[in-house]
């Protein structure tokens, strides 16, 4: 349901390949010096993937494991950089890989926070008005000063979460978040993505789940093997993927 | 699962609602070979002194002694140097007070010895961060050289105490800023070549610490560049470190110096940071593939 049509990312021909094997090794430098080295092959992470995404759009994208979407994530948040192509994103992008993305783990969750926001370029004052919200989101108060590496999974998870969706950005990308938690905190994480749709932000969804995402997006892509099958209303693309894995 | 997750389903946005106000300027992200700018040193300091704190507090957390290494660190180095230079081999400083005399040494030794052990693994040990956020990774060099100030602090401090209480200084002591910019400044040349470089090669994890052990005796921390005659002098000045330390006792000290050993050094200095910073920037962009 795009509620603009003025773009809030744009891919064109983006394409990203990685060495196959180990970089290097004494075997391999041997080799390499008697002539006979071989290399171990690259293979296409992303293969010329382009898609658009409105402003304000809830935009899925499905895959099964290695189709991409992690690859993706890390070049529209600027932290890879592609081979081909160009992606152009309207805004701030507030990416969420994986439970404790970002975080450090000897740094305590408050220094967290504040490490985070810095990092997505927010002021002092900004991280300080999102405390609160974060704190009560993720039910961490009394664990603030406490090291992350001592944080269970569920609470670096929930602190990710609460993070993610207190601090402002144009762009949201969710990399698979929702499959750790609990029935209880994915509701409370799905009154918040209510709230940030409605506020006009653009959210994309990534999942290897399809019922999860149809049931978030309107619109949405599969990649398969870094290569986009289809893109389009989210329906179709549903049916398109169910499909080839029944 | 399932139950949960029509939950989820957004609905309908209100028909008000609003694109969070004007268009957003636009960032454009292509295949670049490099794109950090030296401009991104200043934007990224926030980042900069969370970790920088983060490190000077966790280095004697769940430590007995805790800040107490601080002293007795270079106080160990201290009289290990001693007891080598001053009692076994009986070295001539020209007159100034060995401890004097060593203490400049190290001030220049031990800060480079601790930026570059610790931070040619920084990369390596925040790989997840470098993996999964687009933390600035210039911000993570650079923590390394604001982390490491206050013990460099500690032992010039020293140095400076007791020579104001037995020499007293000389008009050099006024060029001593410009010296110790001089060394953070080729410290973080360094820092950055190593650090690179390890990101894609582990060999430096093998090589930084061999040329940090064996270097303590091919520059003159403990003893003067003069001792071994005109040749060795001359390959000693070959070491960058030889002409820092020599300016450094210098200008603290008084003692005297060779113009050509520091003109040499200020050389490498220039050449090591254009190459850390030319390194970096171009393998930076690859962190995440290859850390």
Not at chain 1, 32 to 39: A, D, F, P
Not at chain 1, 186 to 212: N, Q
Not at chain 2, 190 to 209: E, N, Q
Request: with cysteine; net charge neutral.
């Amino acid at each position: 349901m795009p509620t603009s049509s003025e773009p809030a990312l744009r891919c064109e021909g983006i394409s990203k390949t990685y060495t196959l094997g180990e970089d290097f090794s004494l075997q391999k430098t041997l080799t390499s010096m008697v002539g006979r080295g071989q290399n171990g092959g690259d293979f296409y992470a992303l293969n010329e993937v382009s898609f658009e995404v409105g402003r304000g759009e809830v935009f899925g994208i499905v895959g099964s494991n290695g189709s991409g979407k992690s690859t993706l994530t890390q070049i529209i948040s600027g932290i890879a950089v592609p081979q081909a192509g160009t992606a152009t994103v309207w805004g701030s992008v507030l990416p969420l890989l994986e439970v404790g993305a970002g975080f450090h783990p000897e740094l305590t969750g408050r220094e967290n926070v504040a490490l985070l926001g810095a990092v997505l370029g927010l002021t002092s004052q900004q991280v300080q008005a999102a405390l609160p919200k974060i704190m009560t989101f993720s039910g961490v108060e009394t664990h603030l000063e406490t090291p992350l590496k001592r944080y269970s999974s569920g609470m670096q998870a929930r602190l990710s979460f609460g993070i993610a969706v207190s601090f402002p950005a144009d762009v949201y990308i969710f990399d698979e978040i929702l499959a750790v938690v609990d029935d209880d905190f994915r509701e409370k994480c799905a009154v918040e993505l209510r709230r940030l749709h409605a506020e006009g932000r653009t959210i994309i969804f990534m999942s290897h789940d399809l019922t999860l995402v149809s049931s978030i997006c309107t619109t949405g892509m599969w990649l398969d093997k870094g290569i986009v099958k289809v893109v389009g209303p989210m329906d179709e693309v549903a049916a398109a993927y169910s499909a080839s894995t029944a | 699962m399932s139950s949960a997750d029509a939950s989820i389903a957004l609905g309908r946005p209100p028909a008000e609602a609003d694109p969070a106000g004007a268009a957003p300027t636009p960032r454009v992200i292509v295949p670049s070979k490099r794109r950090v700018r030296i401009a991104d040193m200043w934007r990224s300091r926030e980042v900069m002194w969370i970790v920088a704190m983060r490190d000077i507090k966790v280095k004697y957390k769940q430590s007995a002694l805790g800040p107490i290494w601080l002293f007795l660190q270079p106080l160990g180095m201290l009289a290990a140097v001693s007891v080598a230079f001053s009692a076994v081999v009986g070295v001539d400083t020209g007159g100034v007070p060995y401890l004097l005399f060593a203490l400049a040494g190290l001030c220049v030794w031990n800060f480079i010895q601790l930026v570059l052990s610790a931070g040619t693994l920084v990369l390596i040990a925040n790989h997840t961060l470098i993996r999964r956020s687009a933390c600035p990774r210039i911000a993570l060099m650079n923590a390394q050289i604001t982390s490491n100030l206050p013990f460099f602090a500690v032992i010039l401090a020293t140095t400076l105490v007791g020579t104001l209480f037995s020499e007293g200084f000389g008009l050099e002591i006024l060029v001593l800023p410009v010296v110790v910019v001089w060394l953070m400044a080729f410290t973080w040349g360094l820092l950055l070549i190593s650090a690179s470089i390890s990101a894609r090669f582990r060999d430096s994890v093998s090589a930084v610490p061999l040329v940090l052990q064996a270097g303590i005796f091919l520059a003159p921390v403990g003893y003067p560049a003069d001792r071994g005659g005109p040749t060795t002098e001359a390959l000693l000045a070959l070491n960058p470190v030889t002409g820092l330390i020599e300016a450094l006792r210098w200008s603290v000290l008084g003692t005297s110096v060779e113009l050509y050993v520091i003109a040499i050094a200020l050389g490498w200095t220039v050449l090591i940071v254009v190459a850390g910073w030319r390194t970096f920037g171009r393998m930076e962009t690859r962190f995440a593939d290859f850390i």
